[in-house]
């Protein structure tokens, strides 16, 4: 099993907004940065969000990120079919001295 | 610009090594607080983080394969090169390199190479 844990699948109408929840503990989430990732099918993982709520340059803005205490969140507005995809959620593990990632979370737009 | 890309073999033996290499343009792992690292995915799992070599040599393993794993560098032709003795079918999975210069955060990833373990 991951060390963060996120729901296996969400959902939404295009146009809509969904989140995408992250939950960890105070070794990762609650004392480092969290990054998102969005992996469409067959391709590599594609960075969306990092420390919490920043987008890397060039990044859509309908992709926020937010963070309290040990859990996170990824917001998707304006939902659209191209978002379709798996998404990752990521920290730093003091614990493990290394990455660790979520299960997963796959969005289907209705 | 920056890429990196996977290079390997498609298919290893049980208990067979592999050697994956990583080539990467755009940066230098020369530059303080650069690392490049290894994830793998097994089919239709989770991302899974395997190793990571820093700009001053410093290097990471996940702990549950650290006995099985090595990474090292080349910084004079960018590569990193990954090696994992032992290999397994549950070993099966697309290995993935990507760049890291905040610490648990990989902006920039390879394409991935499939490598299936089966004999």
């Known amino acids: 099993h991951s060390v963060l844990t996120q729901p296996p699948s969400v959902s939404g109408a295009p146009r809509q907004r969904v989140t995408i929840s992250c939950s960890g503990n105070s070794s990762n989430i609650g004392n480092n940065g969290v990054s998102w990732y969005q992996q469409l099918p067959g391709k590599a993982p594609k960075l969306l969000v990092y420390?919490?709520?920043r987008r890397p340059s060039g990044g859509s803005d309908r992709f926020s990120g937010s963070k309290s205490g040990t859990s996170a969140s990824l917001a998707i507005s304006g939902l659209q079919s191209e978002d379709e995809a798996d998404y990752f959620c990521g920290a730093w593990d003091d614990g493990l001295n290394g990455p660790v990632f979520g299960g997963g979370t796959k969005l289907t737009v209705l | 610009q920056i890429t990196l890309k996977e290079s390997g073999p498609t298919l290893v033996r049980p208990t067979q090594t592999l050697t994956l290499t990583c080539s990467f343009s755009?940066?230098?792992?020369?530059?303080?607080?650069?690392?490049v690292g290894w994830i793998r995915q097994p089919p239709g799992k989770a991302l899974q983080w395997l190793a990571i070599?820093?700009?001053?040599?410093?290097?990471r393993y996940s702990p549950s394969l650290r006995s099985r794993l090595s990474i090292t560098k080349d910084t004079s032709n960018n590569h990193v090169v990954l090696t994992m003795t032992s290999m397994d079918p549950l070993d099966t999975a697309t290995f993935f390199c990507?760049?890291?210069?905040?610490?648990?955060?990989?902006?920039?990833w390879g394409p991935g190479t499939l490598v299936t373990v089966s004999s």
């Open positions: 070599i820093y700009w001053d040599e410093d290097v």
């Open positions: 420390y919490d709520d």
């Open positions: 990507a760049r890291t210069v905040t610490t648990g955060c990989f902006d920039f």
């Open positions: 755009g940066f230098s792992l020369s530059t303080f607080g650069m690392g």
